[in-house]
Every structure is written in structure tokens, then in C-alpha cells.
């Protein structure tokens, strides 16, 4: 991205978040968190052919203090849920692929009314958010469960070329992790859901910016790679409900430098709309239906997103 682009990103955000109203420092305690010197962060953000995968951070603590929870959870199956699509060598991209002059104001314009039109679901404190990565060969590489409000144990699957790697999100509770390597030491919880999120793209736009204010001093593309990973890692590894979510895509069109591909391709085959930003050396991209402006996943993964009751229940 041009250093004229990045200027631009720069001067955009800080506009608009002058013009919002005040927002609470909504995630400051998961911030607070993935900082902290006890916390092991895993941000999972890198290119495969050039497309950026999503970016989670986690909890590692290696293997639980005896017993071990959830041990009667099967990891996912090695082979493929589905059919593998149809789909090129570089990811999110196929034969009738192209740039579009479309406005990705439009775009995303009309993905936040299809999202703000979604089932409004709100989870309780003592659920968990299930989520599901399937690649394009159509095996699972990742499976989480996370504690809607960060106080409980969660579970994950990731796949190595060994197998499944299995881990626990340890739970932090009255100020202390529950289980783990490091039980019994200080924490801050980590929810999966951020019930103050705003749903105003205003103040969306100033959330992002005050999430990221200690790069201001930074060179801009610091900044914008940052805030690209903020809304990819909200976009996919947290709950968002619908005007949580519409918010954001109407955030994400304010960048300058988005642009709108047609006939994208996603990890299933299937054509749709994408959006595609540059962040650093990588291109993040999201794909949706043509026609109804549904989010249909990335050129890399599709995702399965569900609230469930326990650790171990699959929608």
C-alpha cells in the first residue's frame, strides 16, 4: 500500500473518529490480557499465496494440571466433511476473477443490511462459541470452543502436519486462571462475546482507532495492518450480533485502498463478491453471495459459526 494510501487511511479514521461519539475502551480488558507478561498469545496472521488467514488469538497453556478437561472429546475426523470445490492455485481467485470499479461502500453497504438483518441471537454467560475452519481441501483445520465470557475452560483442535493438535483455553476466574500450567495465577478473562461492541459505524470507526492509538507515532502502515488484523479477528473469532456485525463491514468500507473483485472464489468454489485490502506483505479477503450479500468465508477457509452449551457440542 502507497505511502499515500496509508496517509490517507491515517487522517480518515482519526476524521471520523473525531466525529463519533465517546466509546467505551470496549475490549480493554482482552487487550490487557494478550499483553500481559503470564499470557502466551498465539496471532495466528499469515499468507498462504498471498491470502491472509484469520488472525486468533488464543491462551496456549500447555498440558492441564491433572485431570485434564474434556478428555472425552474426539478430535475432528482426518478426512474431508465435504466435497472439495473447484478452485484455482491462488486462493480466492479463479478464471473469471477481476477487478471492479464498484464503490466497496456499496458492497459492504449492502453485506451490513443482509448481516443486521440476521437472527439476533444473545448468549448467555455460561455458553460457548463454536467455531469450525474448513479449507479448501475440504478438511477441518481448526475447531474452538470459546467461553462467552471468558471465565470458563474452552477447548481447541488445530491441524499439523502430524495430526490434530489438541489445547485448553484456560478459563480466568475472580482474577485467577482455573486450570492449565498456570493455575492459580493472575489473569484477565478473555470472552468470545463483547457485549458493549458498538453497533454505530461511528463509533465502530473510533473504537478501531482508539484500539490502535499506541501506533500513532508508528510509520502508517503499522497502523493499518494492525487495525486490518483487528477486524479480521473480530470478523472471525468472535460473536458478533447483527448490528455488531453490520458495523463493522460499514467500518471496513471507510479504508481507503479496498477494493471490490468479482467473481471471487471462495473455499468452496463458490463465486461471490470479494473485498480485498493489503496489509503488510499479505491481502485479506472476504467473499460474499452476489446476489443476497450474505458472508460466504475467504479464499483460504470457510467458517462455521454457532452458540452451543458445552465444550464438545457440535451444531
Known amino acids: 500500500m502507497s505511502t499515500v494510501i496509508e496517509e490517507r487511511l491515517r487522517e480518515l479514521f482519526a ?29 495466528a496472521w499469515g499468507a498462504a499465496a498471498s491470502v491472509a488467514a484469520a488472525a486468533v488469538a488464543v491462551v496456549m497453556v500447555g498440558v492441564a494440571v491433572p485431570p ?12 474431508p466433511v465435504r466435497a472439495p470445490g473447484m478452485v484455482s492455485e491462488t486462493p480466492g481467485f479463479g478464471p473469471g476473477t477481476k477487478l471492479s470499479l464498484r464503490p466497496v461502500s456499496q458492497v459492504l453497504g449492502a453485506a451490513a443490511e443482509t ?38 475452560d474452552g477447548l481447541g483442535f488445530n ?9 485448553v483455553f484456560a478459563g480466568c476466574r475472580d482474577g485467577r486462571y482455573i486450570s492449565g500450567t498456570e493455575r492459580g495465577e493472575k489473569c484477565t478473562p478473555m470472552p468470545a ?17 482508539e484500539q490502535n492509538a499506541h501506533l500513532n507515532g508508528d510509520p502508517a502502515p503499522n497502523k493499518t495492518n494492525s487495525i486490518a488484523k483487528d477486524m479480521w479477528h473480530l470478523a472471525t473469532s468472535r460473536y458478533l450480533r447483527p448490528a455488531q ?18 467473481g471471487a472464489v471462495d473455499a468452496t468454489g463458490r463465486q461471490g463478491t470479494g473485498v480485498s485490502w493489503r ?10 453471495d452476489p ?21 464438545g457440542q457440535r451444531p
Open 115 to 152: 448481516a443486521a438483518r440476521e437472527p439476533d441471537v444473545l448468549p448467555r454467560d455460561d455458553q460457548y462459541l463454536y467455531m469450525r475452519e474448513v479449507g479448501r481441501d475440504g478438511r477441518v483445520n481448526a475447531e474452538r470452543w470459546y467461553s462467552i465470557d471468558g471465565t470458563r
Open 159 to 167: 491441524r499439523e502436519s502430524s495430526g490434530m493438535a489438541r489445547f
Open 291 to 311: 446476489v443476497s450479500y450474505a458472508y460466504l468465508g475467504t479464499g483460504t477457509d470457510t467458517t462455521v459459526q454457532a452458540i452451543v452449551d458445552k465444550v
Open 193 to 209: 462475546y463483547l457485549p458493549n461492541l458498538p453497533t454505530d459505524v461511528y463509533a465502530m470507526v473510533r473504537y478501531l482507532n
Open 245 to 262: 456485525r453490520a458495523a463493522l463491514y460499514q467500518a471496513a468500507a471507510k479504508i481507503e485502498g479496498v477494493t471490490v473483485v468479482e
Open 279 to 288: 496489509f503488510g506483505n499479505g491481502t485479506a479477503m472476504w467473499i460474499f
Open 15 to 43: 476524521a471520523d473518529a473525531a466525529a463519533a461519539p465517546p466509546a467505551q475502551d470496549l475490549v480493554a480488558v482482552t487487550r490487557r490480557g494478550v499483553r500481559a507478561a503470564r499470557v502466551r498469545t498465539a496471532w
Open 68 to 79: 485434564e478437561p474434556f478428555q472425552d472429546v474426539a478430535a475432528p475426523s482426518a478426512g
